[in-house]
């Protein structure tokens, strides 16, 4: 049953300029992990994501590549980025495209909007320029350049080059929103999050905010602005748009009073652009701000970010042909606290498969589901008196739904993931300190065995459930391993922890691991 509460989240609109690595499949994983929460919840959610394909660096790509900007970027989205949904098992509601018709016009209606309203001027610019970034660089990342870049100016986070860009552009008024932007960051503390980022923004506005360039006229391949063709908007300008235009801006005046606003998950090193520059400019435009954006830390392979640009990226297909997709996503969503840096290493990742997945949650579905096989015939059996283990089991079924719950709330999935981790490792322990195997020996223990096995079906119930934003295809076969008919996707999340949900008498089907064993090279 719906609440009838919007939550409308997006992932980054990422920039196809080359291959996905695993830092875009972790943000992706992560939202789509809060939306699918979301939707079991109830709420009425809908999740985006999409590619940003204007530029300067795309028309270069596509220029090194012999083809026009149009076809590179279609070969880019078809043959990588729409695979990379599929590959981690993302449930989006929509993918947008900036080349599409239904963005391109109304990116021009709502900047010529900005521009009646007396927000935009011409002017004069000249700053150094990071193609990388797509961004005029301020000083506090511009660095000297070293080895073949000795005596140049270069891009503290791509380490290249920096260009001297001297336009006639056009500006909008970033520096009249400053006094706004702080007084939303004030009465709305959440707005940013986590704290770091929200302080970070909160410095960054309070030191002075400048006029923001919001054309080009240098090159062609980007939406033209609409009272001077002879400019193209700012690729940050168009790409932030997408957000808004994708759930109607424009075009469907309801959908957008339904959806609209949105929360905005990225990176930290896009933050600013979110929490500065797209309020800004839906200030000005008379429209809602967005309800939060979240800045997730960097993932780190030896110490250094992921990066194309200095070919550290690591596909994630690299993972799932060997782990499959539940194990990317809950190594991901787990192993990182959400909103830090955390580092990747295919050591780690081979030990929380077999210790937490394999031996911890797969064990436990497999063992407990083969002993009603073999002791009751396939047929859960109903439970008799309760002890006080018993009932400690149900107290922290039920404790660990509201605490994941409220973490997702907070967007921290990996807390979420750590409160419904207690019921898998207390249920390990139940049947280790029970041990129905020897239950099964004695007939006058047979009501016995038949509460322990029930408490760890149940038990499991509600894993499936409460896991099932997480890693879907191993809670939907272990959800059919249970015996039950519907969807695992249409169960209500926030009821998960309400004890006696798996009616007795239900036939279990046999339970294939869920996580095999990997074999790892020696």
């Given at each position: 049953?719906?609440?009838?509460?919007?939550?409308?989240?997006?992932?980054?609109?990422?920039?196809?300029?080359?291959?996905?690595?695993?830092?875009?499949?972790?943000?992706?994983?992560?939202?789509?992990?809060?939306?699918?929460?979301?939707?079991?919840?109830?709420?009425?959610?809908?999740?985006?994501?999409?590619?940003?394909?204007?530029?300067?660096?795309?028309?270069?790509?596509?220029?090194?590549?012999?083809?026009?900007?149009?076809?590179?970027?279609?070969?880019?989205?078809?043959?990588?980025?729409?695979?990379?949904?599929?590959?981690?098992?993302?449930?989006?509601?929509?993918?947008?495209?900036?080349?599409?018709?239904?963005?391109?016009?109304?990116?021009?209606?709502?900047?010529?909007?900005?521009?009646?309203?007396?927000?935009?001027?011409?002017?004069?610019?000249?700053?150094?320029?990071?193609?990388?970034?797509?961004?005029?660089?301020?000083?506090?990342?511009?660095?000297?350049?070293?080895?073949?870049?000795?005596?140049?100016?270069?891009?503290?986070?791509?380490?290249?080059?920096?260009?001297?860009?001297?336009?006639?552009?056009?500006?909008?008024?970033?520096?009249?929103?400053?006094?706004?932007?702080?007084?939303?960051?004030?009465?709305?503390?959440?707005?940013?999050?986590?704290?770091?980022?929200?302080?970070?923004?909160?410095?960054?506005?309070?030191?002075?905010?400048?006029?923001?360039?919001?054309?080009?006229?240098?090159?062609?391949?980007?939406?033209?602005?609409?009272?001077?063709?002879?400019?193209?908007?700012?690729?940050?300008?168009?790409?932030?748009?997408?957000?808004?235009?994708?759930?109607?801006?424009?075009?469907?005046?309801?959908?957008?009073?339904?959806?609209?606003?949105?929360?905005?998950?990225?990176?930290?090193?896009?933050?600013?652009?979110?929490?500065?520059?797209?309020?800004?400019?839906?200030?000005?435009?008379?429209?809602?701000?967005?309800?939060?954006?979240?800045?997730?830390?960097?993932?780190?392979?030896?110490?250094?970010?992921?990066?194309?640009?200095?070919?550290?990226?690591?596909?994630?297909?690299?993972?799932?042909?060997?782990?499959?997709?539940?194990?990317?996503?809950?190594?991901?969503?787990?192993?990182?606290?959400?909103?830090?840096?955390?580092?990747?290493?295919?050591?780690?990742?081979?030990?929380?498969?077999?210790?937490?997945?394999?031996?911890?949650?797969?064990?436990?579905?497999?063992?407990?589901?083969?002993?009603?096989?073999?002791?009751?015939?396939?047929?859960?059996?109903?439970?008799?008196?309760?002890?006080?283990?018993?009932?400690?089991?149900?107290?922290?079924?039920?404790?660990?739904?509201?605490?994941?719950?409220?973490?997702?709330?907070?967007?921290?999935?990996?807390?979420?993931?750590?409160?419904?981790?207690?019921?898998?490792?207390?249920?390990?322990?139940?049947?280790?300190?029970?041990?129905?195997?020897?239950?099964?020996?004695?007939?006058?223990?047979?009501?016995?065995?038949?509460?322990?096995?029930?408490?760890?079906?149940?038990?499991?119930?509600?894993?499936?459930?409460?896991?099932?934003?997480?890693?879907?295809?191993?809670?939907?076969?272990l959800w059919v391993a249970l015996g039950h008919a519907g969807r695992?996707?249409?169960?209500?999340?926030?009821?998960?922890?309400?004890?006696?949900?798996?009616?007795?008498?239900?036939?279990?089907?046999?339970?294939?691991?869920?996580?095999?064993?990997?074999?790892?090279?020696?």
């Amino acid at each position: 049953m719906s609440t009838g509460k919007s939550f409308y989240i997006t992932t980054p609109i990422y920039y196809p300029s080359d291959l996905p690595h695993i830092g875009h499949g972790y943000t992706t994983v992560a939202v789509d992990a809060l939306a699918r929460w979301h939707r079991q919840a109830g709420d009425d959610t809908w999740m985006l994501s999409g590619t940003d394909e204007h530029g300067q660096k795309m028309l270069r790509a596509a220029a090194a590549n012999g083809v026009t900007p149009q076809e590179w970027v279609d070969k880019l989205v078809a043959e990588s980025w729409y695979p990379l949904l599929r590959t981690l098992d993302v449930a989006n509601d929509d993918f947008i495209r900036t080349t599409q018709p239904r963005h391109e016009e109304r990116v021009q209606e709502f900047v010529k909007a900005l521009y009646d309203r007396g927000h935009i001027y011409a002017g004069e610019y000249e700053a150094l320029y990071c193609v990388g970034c797509e961004e005029f660089k301020p000083e506090s990342e511009i660095v000297d350049g070293m080895g073949a870049f000795e005596g140049l100016k270069v891009c503290a986070i791509h380490s290249k080059p920096l260009e001297l860009l001297q336009e006639k552009n056009y500006f909008f008024k970033l520096s009249e929103f400053q006094d706004r932007l702080l007084e939303l960051y004030k009465t709305e503390p959440d707005f940013v999050r986590p704290e770091p980022a929200r302080n970070e923004v909160v410095s960054f506005v309070r030191s002075g905010l400048k006029d923001l360039s919001i054309s080009r006229s240098a090159f062609d391949w980007g939406i033209t602005v609409p009272w001077d063709p002879s400019h193209v908007i700012y690729v940050w300008v168009d790409a932030l748009l997408n957000y808004a235009t994708a759930v109607g801006y424009g075009t469907d005046p309801e959908q957008f009073a339904r959806r609209w606003p949105a929360y905005h998950v990225v990176g930290k090193d896009i933050l600013r652009f979110h929490a500065v520059i797209w309020p800004a400019m839906l200030m000005a435009a008379g429209l809602d701000v967005p309800r939060g954006v979240f800045a997730h830390g960097w993932l780190l392979v030896g110490g250094e970010k992921m990066s194309k640009s200095k070919l550290t990226g690591i596909a994630p297909t690299e993972i799932t042909d060997v782990f499959g997709s539940d194990a990317y996503r809950f190594y991901f969503l787990s192993a990182i606290a959400f909103g830090q840096d955390g580092s990747f290493s295919w050591e780690d990742l081979s030990a929380r498969y077999q210790a937490e997945l394999a031996n911890g949650f797969g064990n436990l579905a497999s063992r407990t589901t083969a002993m009603i096989e073999r002791y009751f015939e396939g047929i859960v059996p109903p439970a008799a008196a309760y002890t006080e283990g018993d009932l400690g089991i149900q107290r922290i079924v039920a404790d660990a739904a509201a605490a994941a719950d409220q973490a997702m709330e907070r967007f921290r999935p990996d807390e979420a993931i750590a409160a419904i981790w207690t019921i898998v490792d207390a249920l390990n322990g139940y049947i280790t300190e029970n041990e129905p195997w020897a239950l099964a020996k004695d007939d006058a223990e047979r009501a016995r065995l038949g509460t322990v096995l029930y408490t760890a079906s149940e038990g499991l119930r509600a894993l499936a459930v409460l896991l099932s934003p997480f890693m879907p295809e191993a809670t939907a076969k272990l959800w059919v391993a249970l015996g039950h008919a519907g969807r695992l996707q249409d169960e209500p999340i926030r009821d998960a922890g309400q004890w006696g949900v798996l009616v007795p008498g239900t036939s279990v089907n046999g339970l294939a691991p869920l996580f095999p064993r990997v074999e790892q090279d020696a």
